[in-house]
């Protein structure tokens, strides 16, 4: 029963744990708002003066719903993606990039000779940009395991024909879209049409033009199974413009209108993002950028629905839903501390019921290393299944970013080791300072003594399991394993600061805790 009470509170502990810009041209003469966003983060961006310097805001919400706020002087942005943690931004003419996210900031040189970035969108581990060079001709860059790499893009669209282009990954494909003027039978009212090349298995096709009709910057973003566009919808007759939603279908290649957006003004410049399976609409308001999540229609008469937006006007530490998680951990740690409570006050009315002083030395039978080994691995799978909804929360491609060996990801991995360590110090002391022996332990048929043959004290708990930072050295207990082979005594350096000694537990004493 003790156990079962045991793990239920460290369960509780331990437990929680691309949209491009609409406007790709710079200098830009309107106000705009531009949403970057992939399975983790969601960014709004939007042009501002930092420190007397051109250069713009963002805001990033993680996977937790905690919105970041921050704003770099860095001259004019020119096409965004959300890649990985950061932000990853291009300027204009210079061709640089830089990463930003929070407590960074990081430019680096142009990636291509003498072009002029337009365009940008993140494909998991690698990111993809667009731009022009010098004789007019389509560039593709893409960063992949730290390098560059570019080439001329197939196709050829004329540079003075491309206005408003954006670039996303869907299905497997590279897309790089943009509006162009279409012929029409009345000049007065000039026709813009969204027109698109993509790549699929190292060919580029295309250029296709589309049957749908924009009136703004097409805006797109997609996430497993959709491939969604934001544009706002010719006039028709004297009714007032439109917000429309539009979606592309791999069947014939082109795209068709889901219907009008209701919720979202006109006059009001939008961009759309998505974070994980769902897309969010960035809208400039009056006092700034504000962000609402997009109802994608249930049937076919249904219409697109943009939901409560929501202001970003400092964004700095604000969170939606994040807190839980916070405050989970807190309720965690006072259950911990009523549990370690309950069972001490237990042991003193035990003591003295009996009416006699501590049992004396009981012989002491050290553990076999097999045994420990399998406690071990017990405890570390409670400890990884506890910490296992954190570590898909707030690193969810970890693991696909180590089996590719990215070169930045030794950021993350000793976050999470640390976090890991801390874990298992944590649980491990407090198990053993309350009961003796942890789950692991418990089902080996061992426990943790004095050497003098008493029940541990708190203060050898603590110690024995701090000292496992320098057992485990350099990797798998190895300098813990030699400490138990080559000394008097099965001990690792933890053990023998602490003067502890892991032992077989006797059948009375286990048979009276079950």
Known sequence: MRFALFISMLAVALGPAGCLPPEAQAPRARPWVAAAGNANNLNVVMAAQVRSRAGFQYWQRDAQGLWRAGGVGQGDAAAWAAWREQLLVFFSPSGRYGLFGPGRTDVQPSPVPAWAPVAACEDGLAADAFGWDAADELIHARLEDGAWTWRRVEGRPERGRVLDPCAVRFAGRLFFLWREEAPTLTESVPEHRLRFLYLDKGRWTGPIISRLAVASAPCVAADGGVLACLYVKPPAGEA???????????????????????????????????????????????????????????????????????????????????????????????????????????????????????????????????????????????????????MQAYWPDLGERILAADPDVWREVTIVHMLGTAAVIAYMAAAEGLLGRTVGKHLAGLEVRSTDGGPVAWRQAVVRNVFRVVDELPAAYLAGLVSILIGPRPQRIGDRVARTLVVMRSRGEAGAAA
């Open 240 to 390: 007032p413009q439109q917000w429309g939603l539009a979606t592309y279908a791999a069947t014939d290649e082109d795209w068709h209108e889901v219907g009008e957006v209701d919720g979202l003004p006109p006059d009001v410049p939008a961009a759309l993002g998505r974070q994980g399976d769902r897309f969010f609409v960035a809208a400039l308001g009056a006092d700034g950028p504000e962000v609402a999540p997009l109802e994608m229609p249930a049937g076919p008469r249904q219409a697109p629905r943009v939901g409560e937006f929501v202001p970003l006007t400092s964004g700095e530490g604000r969170s939606e839903g994040g807190g839980g998680a916070a405050l989970a951990w807190l309720l965690g740690v006072v259950a911990l501390g009523i549990l370690a409570g309950a069972l001490a006050a237990r042991r003193r009315a035990q003591g003295a019921a009996a009416g006699r002083a501590p049992a004396g030395p009981a012989p002491l039978v050290p553990a076999t290393v097999a045994r420990r080994a399998v406690a071990v691995a017990v405890d570390y799978m409670l400890i990884s299944l506890a910490m296992a909804p954190m």
